[in-house]
């Protein structure tokens, strides 16, 4: 049978109360975003699902897309009938000989009290049709299919596929955060994670040319075009970083040059994230994954910023992170041979737990905060979309 609509669930959202309305409405702005290639469909936004109507489109590719987008639970494909009830019999009976398997339940929900014929009598209609014109038996508990009618206003829903979905929150609705992204593994996930929170991101990104290439940049374009799955349109603050990172060897012990590179960073990323209204800085750091990612690292490196760091990856493995790389197509991209930074300046014995004194020691033979200056400053902005 042909699908007349894609019904949308909300899931999480539900429970959200007087938020709910704006909730729905940066849903349904995100959804017709993400689907404006495709001029046909319309849409009914209510309280409790958004209706995309098909107009004749195949629902695959729709389908596909509306997987991706944070804040959709689940997807239901319906057809849509008028709310008359010889036509929802030939509906659910036409529907459900499609369906394979052997056992069927039936449940309804009807919204609009006008309709003269009460949820359970509808069932006890529709159900004596699907039992005499098939072989299929009742089974209350784990019916092998579940055949769905909602009666409302608009018309009556019929259907019995559902397809789950990413969950999560409206891009949008928790503000903005500036991720630091390296051409690594880690920071697209940890993009991922907050993005299914219903965080906007911006990326700032550290690059140290002669010595990373600007395929690296090529690479992270990649990557968020990938990301722009989630959210349509990323911006990418490059920052040169190069004359910070040669000074830093210049003037530290080589196994603190990692640790005070990282304060680098984090001030950086703090000032343009401040600039940028974003609430947050955030990363891709795993608990003990390397040297700079110790608890001691991230206290020495963490104390030089007073916006919070968020770091969604802090519990999970590296076998748990590359899982979810694959799954949103970032990890082919991040294991591209491209040197990062952190890479090629990297010292053999990096301290695990530096010392405060011995870092402000080498930070003050040197004038950061007129580098750091001059970096932001020369920064290069590009939008992915
Ligand atoms: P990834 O796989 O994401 O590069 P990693 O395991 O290589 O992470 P590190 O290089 O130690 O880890 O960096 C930790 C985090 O610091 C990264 O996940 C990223 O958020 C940030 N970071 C590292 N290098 C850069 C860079 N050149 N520009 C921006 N952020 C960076
Ligand atoms: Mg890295």
């Not at 999480?12 to 349904?28: H, P, Q, V, Y």
């Not at 991922?192 to 990326?203: D, N």
């Not at 014995?349 to 405060?356: A, C, D, N, Q, S």
């Amino acid at each position: 049978m042909k699908y007349t609509s894609i019904m949308v669930r909300f899931g999480e959202l539900s429970t959200k109360g007087k938020n709910k309305k704006d909730f729905i409405r940066m849903l349904a702005d995100n959804i017709k975003h993400a689907l404006k290639n495709y001029p046909d469909l319309t849409y009914d936004v209510l309280y409790d699902h958004i209706y995309v109507n098909l107009n004749n489109t195949d629902y695959e590719p729709i389908v596909n897309i509306l997987k991706d987008i944070s804040g959709i639970q689940g997807l239901s494909l319906v057809i849509k009938i008028k709310s008359d009830i010889d036509e929802i019999k030939q509906t659910a009976l036409n529907l459900i000989k499609e369906e394979k398997g052997y056992t069927f339940k039936v449940t309804c929900k009807r919204s609009d009290k006008r309709f003269p014929i009460v949820s359970d009598d509808i069932i006890r209609q529709v159900a004596p049709v699907i039992l005499k014109n098939t072989n299929l038996k009742v089974d209350v508990h784990q019916p092998d299919i579940k055949l769905s009618i909602e009666v409302r206003e608009e018309g009556t829903y019929v259907f019995t596929k559902t397809i789950l979905a990413s969950g999560g929150y409206p891009i949008g609705v928790a503000g903005k955060v500036m991720m630091m992204l390296s051409g690594g593994i880690d920071s697209p996930v940890a993009s991922y994670l907050l993005m299914k929170r219903g965080v906007i991101l911006e990326c700032i990104h550290f690059a140290s040319p002669p010595y990373t290439s600007e395929a690296v940049i090529d690479k992270l374009k990649d990557i968020l075009r990938e990301l722009n799955k989630f959210q349509y349109s990323i911006k990418l603050h490059i920052i040169p970083f190069t004359k910070i990172q040669t000074k830093i060897y210049e003037v530290s012990d080589e196994s603190y040059a990692i640790t005070i590179m990282r304060r680098m960073m984090y001030r950086i990323a703090q000032e343009v994230a401040s600039k940028q209204h974003c609430l947050a800085i955030a990363n891709g750091e795993s608990i003990g994954q390397v040297a700079s990612q110790t608890l001691d690292s991230m206290q020495v490196i963490e104390g030089v910023v007073n916006l919070p760091v968020i770091r969604p990856l802090c519990v999970l493995d590296k076998l748990e992170i590359i899982k979810i790389a694959k799954r949103i197509n970032t990890y082919e991209i991040s294991i591209r041979p491209f040197e990062d930074c952190c890479t090629i300046f990297a010292p053999k014995r990096p301290k695990t737990k530096p010392r405060l004194h011995e870092v402000e020691f080498f930070e003050k033979k040197f004038d950061y905060l007129a580098l750091i200056k001059e970096a932001i400053a020369d920064t290069k902005t590009i939008t992915i979309s």
